[in-house]
């Protein structure tokens, strides 16, 4: 089991990333997918969560500009984020757990396997 996360970057104020989060070795469609983030001194919080049911959740502050989808054919779960600020600088992290995570979708306890993270800069 096995998830990699690509898309960081660096991008001015106002701009948009897409990451990625690809699952390998297990039935995707079975399990929900998470995003976290770090920001440098602070806790990792929950950004999105892409569930099994096909609901998706998100951390208020990010409602309206980030969205999240998945790809079942290619077991890949996508973060599209736009108007980014400074405030969402962090590394960015997928993880996974199976069936529905229903209100724990934002406990890190909740998700079983992390992928590596991608940085996201947001400077101008």
């Not at 602070?42 to 502050?61: A, N, P």
């Amino acid at each position: 089991v096995q998830l990699q996360a690509s898309g960081g970057g660096l991008v001015q104020p106002g701009g948009s990333l897409r990451l990625s989060c690809q699952a390998f070795g297990f039935t995707f469609r079975y399990y929900s997918i998470g995003w976290f983030r770090q920001a440098p001194g602070k806790e990792r919080e929950g950004v999105s969560c892409s569930s099994s049911d096909g609901r998706t959740y998100y951390l208020d502050s990010v409602k309206g500009r980030f969205i999240a989808s998945r790809d079942s054919a290619q077991n890949t779960v996508y973060l599209q984020m736009n108007g980014l600020q400074p405030e969402d600088t962090a590394v960015y992290y997928c993880a996974t757990m199976y069936g529905e995570p229903h209100s724990n979708w934002y406990r890190q306890y909740a998700y079983s396997r992390w992928g590596q993270g991608t940085q996201v800069t947001v400077s101008s």
